[in-house]
Nanobody, 115 residues
Framework: QVQLVESGGGLVQPGGSLRLSCAAS????????MAWYRQAPGKQRELVAS???????DYADSVKGRFTISRDNGKNTVYLQMNSLKPEDTAVYYC?????????WGQGTQVTVSS
């Protein structure tokens, strides 16, 4: 059974940093891409950052220069380093993994940016 397990969320002050982790079951290279999405209350889920198998990355304009997606192949884990956090970054953050025929989601981790 495919599992994506997020961790690392929490409460942080504006300007602070957090690192989210997404541990994938099985070999991370079995996913054609992995991504982080977020969903704030009353809003649609949106793509934050993605990384494809070959390593190229992409970011939402709202997080460019502040967030970095990376992966550790040996640990089958994808990370989202979030710096210079803003209150508008507050949301539940979800990890997504895509294979040719299926898309998988983690359970989400809450990130709250507040003073």
């Amino acid at each position: 059974q495919v599992q994506l397990v997020e961790s690392g969320g929490g409460l942080v002050q504006p300007g602070g940093s957090l690192r989210l982790s997404c541990a994938a079951s099985g070999n991370i290279f079995s996913y054609s891409s992995m991504a982080w999405y977020r969903q704030a209350p009353g809003k649609q889920r949106e793509l934050v950052a993605s990384i494809i198998k070959l390593g190229s990355t992409d970011y939402a304009d709202s997080v460019k220069g502040r967030f970095t997606i990376s992966r550790d192949n040996g640990k089958n884990t994808v990370y989202l380093q979030m710096n210079s956090l803003k209150p508008e970054d507050t949301a539940v953050y979800y990890c997504q993994g895509r294979r040719i025929l299926s898309t998988y989601w983690g359970q989400g981790t809450q990130v709250t940016v507040s003073s």
